[in-house]
């Protein structure tokens, strides 16, 4: 199958005089972000470079910094171990129902704190023999319900290409279920067109995961974009990643999970930022994070708060990490912690005697 790059590819291009001329960057930083650009690469969309020009929360997540050219003790170039887990070329098959096919390594946009920030725009779509391998895999191996297709950003390939690979997929009868990790509804929402909503429209049951970080992301563009998406029927979540000077406060992720909860995306998890390397500015404590959780489970209804995770170092998977709400005690005994710190007992039944 070939999934050679489409004709819109390098549209997002830019460049630090681009960066200069847009006010994210001054003239005196550009010998400086010259070292940081050829070590990690910058692609910006339209629709972000315009809002980065606005909204500095925006700009942190796409504009180089020479913070990135700091390595930090415990940092990795493959933080979640994706070729740990790599059977073959574009396949990563962790746990035992679910396989991560990376069609792409393609973006429209360069987060500056990816995990994949060492590979991402490096090979662009996978060659067509490795992506035969990959299906075929999947089709040997029955444990495999649900395929989860990443890069890369698998929706900057077209809706011809996507619907090839949908229907390759449909065909294999113990998947029942085709996840999109996607940033393109918010970065680039002029792609989510008919063509591209009919081309996931199978026997198998869509869902699109949208990684958006701020509101400020969710521009009016965006934001018809993903109604364009619910309208189809396409079960939509979202995931973020905790950035410092992003969306540290409670304040900033209230708001962003309230208007994902109004555009009928649940907030599914808020990831802990990565061991990528170069990332470390970006990184909260894990005590930071789980005080925002705590701060937001009396400010948010249950739909509104994701799953506060961390990716295990290593490649050995997700794990909550959010806040404890109960203490175990002697015997039966416990003790809850209520949504406004107040503590409460609880003790577990006595065990029925004819069991």
Request: aromatic share 6%; with cysteine.
């Amino acid at each position: 199958m070939d999934l050679a790059p489409d004709h819109h590819a390098g549209r997002a291009t830019i460049s630090i005089t681009d960066l200069i001329r847009d006010g994210l960057a001054l003239p005196q930083d550009a010998a400086a972000l010259a070292p940081v650009v050829d070590s990690f690469r910058m692609r910006l969309s339209p629709d972000m470079r315009h809002a980065a020009t606005t909204s500095a929360a925006v700009a942190r997540q796409f504009v180089p910094s020479t913070e990135e050219l700091t390595t930090r003790p415990g940092e990795m170039t493959d933080p979640i171990g994706d070729d740990i887990h790599a059977p073959l070329p574009g396949l990563t098959h962790r746990y035992p129902d679910r396989a991560i096919l990376h069609i792409t390594k393609t973006c429209e946009v360069y987060c500056r704190f990816c995990f994949r920030r060492e590979t991402v725009g490096d090979t662009g779509h996978l060659p067509g023999d490795q992506l035969d391998a990959a299906l075929d895999h999947i089709a040997r191996t029955p444990a495999l319900w649900e395929v989860i297709l990443t890069g890369g950003d698998p929706l900057v390939l077209s809706p011809r290409r996507l619907g090839a690979v949908m229907s390759r997929l449909a065909a294999i009868p113990h998947v029942e279920v085709v996840r999109f990790h996607s940033r393109i509804p918010v970065v680039a929402p002029n792609r989510i067109t008919d063509a591209l909503l009919a081309a996931l429209q199978t026997r198998l049951t869509p869902w699109i995961v949208i990684h958006t970080n701020h509101a400020d992301e969710l521009t009016a563009p965006a934001r018809e974009a993903i109604g364009r998406i619910a309208r189809a029927g396409i079960g939509l979540l979202s995931q973020s990643v905790l950035l410092r000077g992003v969306n540290d406060t409670p304040e900033a992720l209230e708001t962003l999970f309230r208007t994902l909860y109004r555009l009928r995306v649940k907030p599914y998890y808020l990831h802990h930022c990565d061991m990528a390397r170069g990332a470390g500015h970006f990184r909260t404590s894990i005590a930071d994070g789980q005080s925002l959780m705590a701060a937001l489970r009396g400010r948010l209804s249950g739909p509104c708060l994701p799953t506060y995770v961390l990716d295990i170092p290593g490649g050995h998977g997700k794990v909550p990490i959010g806040p404890a709400y109960l203490a175990r005690h002697a015997g039966r005994e416990w003790e809850m912690t209520d949504w406004k710190g107040r503590t409460h007992p609880y003790r577990d039944p006595e065990p029925d005697p004819q069991d």
